[in-house]
């Protein structure tokens, strides 16, 4: 009897100490895991099917499945913006075009994903070359949306891209004529917008009255283009009104990314300008940008006292961006927009440090992105820019250059202009690993989170205003 | 003979009513679509866009939803009950039992569909893109706001036309249930229903399959002839699609009345073989 009681007692306990185990090792494996989770989370687009497959899955309901794959995208690029673990620019975001690919996939008359997938494409990863190819395709499915060329217009504006602008502006007016166009703008299906955005009325009815007044607006730009060049100071005025309706977050970063770079853009072509008037009344040029920044100018007809180009620039930036924005633009003369600075080029013309590593940084993506291409079809990396641009001609030659590096190489491919403007630039960058390295110095986020004042938006308060950065 | 199928047709909408996964159906469907609202309003400016395809979206599955859980055991309810016999012992064909089933239950379908048609475009009309009241001196009065509420999406002929679309599909798909209801059992007919209806919705890509296979150089004559015939039993229900026009204005295709033609045309080659099978039935 004993010895029963004693093996039923025994064998209580070890089922009691295989519990305790057992609940032991099932907790420290969950922690195990919370902790790996909290390191890296599951990335869940990586699971995202390609859109046709995706078409398929979903039993012709493309549109709700588009709209959901849309809406996923939105949260991806805000999570993305505001994670803080410092992640390379383009693994950052290196689902973000995949998501748009999908979306447009889905639903490939609709146009925002287009339009909007490329602003965020330019603004967030700051990849021109993938932004341009999604406006391509989304021009290729809907050749009478004249909002898709002029997005991609809009976007080579402000690059500076004035040759490639006029294209798609020319292929607007084009779009326009089309009866689908008419069509599209009669039906109003995607015209409430303003509305529905929440514009106040007046204000809607302005945008309307815009949008149909766009084939005539086109056809100014198109003339103004030609005949002057840029136009950044509307872009800075654009980028200003769109800040100042919105507070969301992720369009505040995007509008006051492309206010930042209108702006410092804006003030090259100013400072440029002075350049100009001060080697031609003291035939000679400027020793520095400091020099010019004390030279102090007057226009003969005005009775107004020499004033000094800070002040100059005050003045002209004022209307556009109000007093104390204009302000503090001119006070933070040299430094630039970018967190870096304007300086004097050995030609004699004015540029910024900040647009041109902001630029080197967009063209090292589109280099890397051939370079890989390279490496793919040659087994093997390339070992300068020579031998990619040898490639290129072959691929040229035998009629395989896609589109995309057409535009951007030319005809024969050859490589852009170094932002620096020097022709030794390329050649003082390496290829290591297949790929060429970015100088060092700050990335674009960084430059982005300078402190700068931006236009508030309407829920902030006005003593926010002057408050810096982000 | 089309008093009697009358008579057939509103004794099944009667008894269909009563169902109360039509009112659970509906309730989902328009929950659906007051959701969209909160789904538009991530999406960064296209709200309109997202509450016209989820309402699109909820009609459409909640006509196939009914075609699918009622449908399917119309015929084998009737037999079950032993109802039939009473119906059938009255001067009443069974291709008359049939096609009042069928009206019957495209009636129950086209009220539900309409109901939650109605519940959502007054919803995109009223509610959807809600825009803030413009600033005035004086408060503006209860009948201004409730004006300026109807500043939503615009319904087009477009989008009446894509709900209509859904109506002559789901209208469709009943024929394709009613079928497989009078010949096997409610669980068989519902998976054979979702089949065809998965199939109709996917026919459209059967000739890009085979035009892939013909360039590719695989798959023979048999498998050609063999997506050729599943190509011709299964319905094109894409054809009843427009959402795009509705969606993305491209503009109405000009054959609808043609499209009406072939759904009018399936749904009598499905009913007449449900004819044939039932006619053939013992019980």
């Given at each position: 009897?004993?010895?029963?009681?004693?093996?039923?007692?025994?064998?209580?306990?070890?089922?009691?100490?295989?519990?305790?185990?057992?609940?032991?090792?099932?907790?420290?494996?969950?922690?195990?895991?919370?902790?790996?989770?909290?390191?890296?989370?599951?990335?869940?687009?990586?699971?995202?099917?390609?859109?046709?497959?995706?078409?398929?899955?979903?039993?012709?309901?493309?549109?709700?499945?588009?709209?959901?794959?849309?809406?996923?995208?939105?949260?991806?690029?805000?999570?993305?913006?505001?994670?803080?673990?410092?992640?390379?620019?383009?693994?950052?975001?290196?689902?973000?075009?995949?998501?748009?690919?999908?979306?447009?996939?889905?639903?490939?008359?609709?146009?925002?994903?287009?339009?909007?997938?490329?602003?965020?494409?330019?603004?967030?990863?700051?990849?021109?070359?993938?932004?341009?190819?999604?406006?391509?395709?989304?021009?290729?499915?809907?050749?009478?949306?004249?909002?898709?060329?002029?997005?991609?217009?809009?976007?080579?504006?402000?690059?500076?891209?004035?040759?490639?602008?006029?294209?798609?502006?020319?292929?607007?007016?084009?779009?326009?004529?089309?009866?689908?166009?008419?069509?599209?703008?009669?039906?109003?299906?995607?015209?409430?917008?303003?509305?529905?955005?929440?514009?106040?009325?007046?204000?809607?009815?302005?945008?309307?009255?815009?949008?149909?007044?766009?084939?005539?607006?086109?056809?100014?730009?198109?003339?103004?283009?030609?005949?002057?060049?840029?136009?950044?100071?509307?872009?800075?005025?654009?980028?200003?009104?769109?800040?100042?309706?919105?507070?969301?977050?992720?369009?505040?970063?995007?509008?006051?990314?492309?206010?930042?770079?209108?702006?410092?853009?804006?003030?090259?072509?100013d400072?440029?300008?002075w350049?100009?008037?001060?080697?031609?009344?003291?035939?000679?040029?400027?020793?520095?940008?400091?020099?010019?920044?004390?030279?102090k100018f007057?226009?003969?007809?005005?009775?107004?006292?020499?004033t000094a180009v800070p002040e100059l620039l005050r003045l002209e930036?004022?209307?556009?961006?109000?007093?104390?924005?204009?302000?503090?633009?001119a006070?933070?003369?040299?430094?630039?927009?970018?967190?870096?600075?304007?300086?004097?080029?050995?030609?004699?013309?004015?540029?910024?440090?900040?647009?041109?590593?902001?630029?080197?940084?967009?063209?090292?993506?589109?280099?890397?992105?051939?370079?890989?291409?390279?490496?793919?079809?040659?087994?093997?990396?390339?070992?300068?820019?020579?031998?990619?641009?040898?490639?290129?001609?072959?691929?040229?030659?035998?009629?395989?250059?896609?589109?995309?590096?057409?535009?951007?190489?030319?005809?024969?491919?050859?490589?852009?202009?170094?932002?620096?403007?020097?022709?030794?630039?390329?050649?003082?960058?390496?290829?290591?690993?297949?790929?060429?390295?970015?100088?060092?110095?700050?990335?674009?986020?960084?430059?982005?989170?300078?402190?700068?004042?931006?236009?508030?938006?309407?829920?902030?308060?006005?003593?926010?205003?002057?408050?810096?950065?982000? | 003979?089309?008093?009697?199928?009358?008579?057939?047709?509103?004794?099944?909408?009667?008894?269909?009513?009563?169902?109360?996964?039509?009112?659970?159906?509906?309730?989902?469907?328009?929950?659906?679509?007051?959701?969209?609202?909160?789904?538009?309003?991530?999406?960064?400016?296209?709200?309109?866009?997202?509450?016209?395809?989820?309402?699109?979206?909820?009609?459409?599955?909640?006509?196939?939803?009914?075609?699918?859980?009622?449908?399917?055991?119309?015929?084998?309810?009737?037999?079950?009950?032993?109802?039939?016999?009473?119906?059938?012992?009255?001067?009443?064909?069974?291709?008359?039992?049939?096609?009042?089933?069928?009206?019957?239950?495209?009636?129950?379908?086209?009220?539900?569909?309409?109901?939650?048609?109605?519940?959502?475009?007054?919803?995109?009309?009223?509610?959807?893109?809600?825009?803030?009241?413009?600033?005035?001196?004086?408060?503006?009065?209860?009948?201004?706001?409730?004006?300026?509420?109807?500043?939503?999406?615009?319904?087009?002929?477009?989008?009446?036309?894509?709900?209509?679309?859904?109506?002559?599909?789901?209208?469709?798909?009943?024929?394709?249930?009613?079928?497989?209801?009078?010949?096997?059992?409610?669980?068989?007919?519902?998976?054979?229903?979702?089949?065809?209806?998965?199939?109709?919705?996917?026919?459209?890509?059967?000739?890009?399959?085979?035009?892939?296979?013909?360039?590719?150089?695989?798959?023979?004559?048999?498998?050609?002839?063999?997506?050729?015939?599943?190509?011709?039993?299964?319905?094109?229900?894409?054809?009843?699609?427009?959402?795009?026009?509705?969606?993305?204005?491209?503009?109405?295709?000009?054959?609808?009345?043609?499209?009406?033609?072939?759904?009018?045309?399936?749904?009598?080659?499905?009913?007449?073989?449900?004819?044939?099978?039932?006619?053939?039935?013992?019980?």
């Amino acid at each position: 009897m004993a010895d029963w009681r004693t093996r039923q007692r025994l064998s209580t306990l070890g089922l009691l100490a295989a519990l305790a185990a057992a609940v032991y090792s099932v907790t420290a494996l969950n922690e195990r895991f919370d902790a790996r989770r909290q390191k890296a989370p599951p990335e869940t687009v990586l699971y995202l099917p390609k859109g046709r497959s995706f078409q398929f899955m979903c039993l012709g309901y493309n549109g709700i499945a588009a709209d959901l794959v849309w809406i996923r995208s939105v949260m991806y690029a805000g999570r993305q913006l505001r994670s803080p673990e410092p992640q390379s620019r383009e693994r950052k975001y290196q689902w973000l075009e995949k998501l748009y690919q999908v979306t447009t996939d889905l639903d490939p008359h609709w146009s925002r994903p287009y339009r909007a997938g490329a602003i965020l494409l330019a603004a967030l990863p700051q990849d021109d070359l993938r932004a341009v190819n999604l406006l391509r395709r989304g021009m290729g499915r809907n050749p009478w949306d004249w909002e898709i060329p002029f997005q991609a217009a809009q976007l080579d504006l402000l690059r500076g891209r004035n040759r490639e602008a006029l294209g798609y502006l020319k292929l607007m007016s084009a779009a326009w004529e089309r009866p689908c166009a008419r069509l599209a703008a009669a039906s109003a299906q995607p015209r409430p917008a303003p509305a529905a955005s929440g514009l106040a009325d007046a204000e809607a009815r302005h945008w309307l009255e815009l949008m149909q007044a766009y084939p005539k607006i086109v056809t100014s730009t198109i003339s103004r283009l030609e005949q002057e060049g840029q136009d950044y100071a509307s872009a800075v005025a654009d980028a200003a009104a769109g800040l100042s309706r919105t507070d969301d977050q992720v369009i505040r970063e995007v509008l006051g990314r492309t206010y930042r770079e209108a702006l410092a853009r804006l003030v090259v072509e100013d400072l440029s300008r002075w350049a100009g008037l001060f080697r031609a009344s003291k035939r000679r040029a400027p020793a520095d940008l400091r020099e010019l920044l004390a030279t102090k100018f007057a226009k003969r007809d005005e009775g107004r006292p020499a004033t000094a180009v800070p002040e100059l620039l005050r003045l002209e930036l004022a209307p556009r961006l109000g007093p104390e924005l204009a302000a503090s633009t001119a006070a933070h003369l040299p430094a630039d927009p970018l967190g870096m600075e304007f300086y004097l080029r050995p030609d004699g013309t004015v540029s910024s440090r900040g647009l041109e590593r902001l630029e080197l940084i967009r063209l090292l993506a589109t280099l890397n992105h051939y370079l890989g291409t390279y490496q793919q079809a040659r087994g093997g990396p390339a070992r300068s820019l020579d031998d990619l641009l040898g490639y290129l001609r072959w691929l040229a030659d035998n009629n395989q250059l896609g589109a995309g590096a057409r535009a951007f190489f030319k005809y024969p491919p050859r490589l852009p202009p170094h932002p620096s403007g020097s022709p030794e630039g390329w050649k003082a960058m390496p290829i290591k690993n297949g790929r060429l390295e970015l100088p060092p110095g700050p990335s674009a986020e960084q430059m982005f989170a300078a402190p700068l004042k931006l236009p508030p938006g309407p829920g902030e308060p006005a003593q926010k205003k002057a408050g810096g950065g982000r | 003979m089309i008093a009697r199928v009358w008579a057939l047709a509103l004794n099944t909408f009667r008894e269909a009513v009563r169902d109360r996964v039509l009112y659970l159906l509906l309730v989902v469907g328009l929950a659906a679509v007051g959701f969209s609202r909160f789904l538009g309003e991530i999406s960064v400016g296209d709200e309109l866009h997202v509450i016209v395809n989820t309402g699109l979206t909820a009609v459409s599955l909640l006509g196939v939803m009914i075609s699918v859980f009622v449908g399917t055991g119309l015929i084998y309810k009737e037999l079950d009950k032993r109802t039939v016999y009473t119906i059938l012992s009255k001067p009443v064909r069974r291709g008359e039992f049939i096609l009042g089933k069928y009206l019957g239950l495209v009636l129950t379908a086209l009220v539900c569909m309409a109901l939650l048609s109605a519940g959502f475009l007054v919803y995109y009309r009223v509610l959807a893109g809600e825009a803030p009241m413009p600033r005035t001196a004086t408060p503006p009065s209860g009948g201004a706001v409730f004006w300026h509420q109807l500043h939503g999406g615009r319904i087009t002929g477009a989008l009446l036309a894509a709900l209509c679309f859904s109506m002559v599909e789901v209208a469709v798909i009943i024929a394709v249930a009613v079928m497989f209801s009078s010949a096997s059992t409610p669980i068989l007919s519902a998976v054979l229903t979702s089949v065809v209806f998965a199939a109709g919705r996917l026919s459209h890509w059967i000739p890009d399959f085979m035009d892939y296979l013909g360039r590719i150089r695989t798959g023979g004559l048999a498998s050609q002839f063999f997506l050729q015939v599943l190509y011709y039993l299964t319905p094109n229900l894409s054809m009843f699609d427009l959402r795009d026009p509705a969606v993305n204005a491209v503009g109405l295709p000009p054959d609808l009345s043609l499209r009406i033609l072939y759904a009018a045309g399936y749904a009598a080659v499905m009913l007449l073989a449900a004819t044939l099978i039932f006619r053939r039935r013992r019980f």
